[in-house]
């Protein structure tokens, strides 16, 4: 597990650099031909996490309904995120993280849903979530590379 969260916490810090080296319009900006923006695919990994982690195991988690309506698996951003939001997004970032490890040391992931997600992953246990969840962070890493370099 120590490798698992080693590479996500890099995956997070990779993240929050874009709060570091692009404006708030840069990061609402949705270029021709994509559907989302540099900031929507942050709080959809953010989402995700939770989603995979915590809902996965039948927990609420550390988000909040709003936040995960607006960020979950088919949604596109409807309006541009405010400096708020943004300062929540990127707070949300690395909180999470020892958050999540804290809980998984106390032992509080005792069950989990047995799924397939929609990529395809057998998810049948916390720590496959755990290794679908870097999988799908560097996935969206990868949209956010190509999508920088139009805004």
Not at 116 to 132: K, P, Q, V
């Amino acid at each position: 597990m120590e490798a698992l969260f080693k590479t996500w916490k890099t995956s997070r810090r990779i993240y929050l650099s874009y709060f570091e080296n692009y404006s708030l319009d840069q990061l609402n900006n949705i270029p021709n031909g994509f559907n989302n923006n540099l900031i929507w695919n942050i709080g959809h990994i953010i989402v995700t996490q939770q989603k995979l982690i915590y809902r996965g195991s039948d927990l609420q988690g550390y988000i909040s309904d709003e936040l995960f309506n607006k960020y979950q698996s088919g949604t596109k951003p409807t309006e541009p995120v405010s400096q708020k939001e943004a300062a929540e997004l990127k707070e949300l970032l690395t909180s999470l993280i020892d958050l999540t490890i804290a809980d998984f040391q106390k032992d509080i992931f005792r069950t989990y849903k047995e799924r397939i997600t929609g990529t395809g992953f057998h998810l049948s246990s916390i720590n496959d979530a755990f290794e679908c969840n870097n999988y799908h962070e560097g996935m969206h890493l990868g949209y956010m590379l190509s999508i920088r370099k139009f805004v």
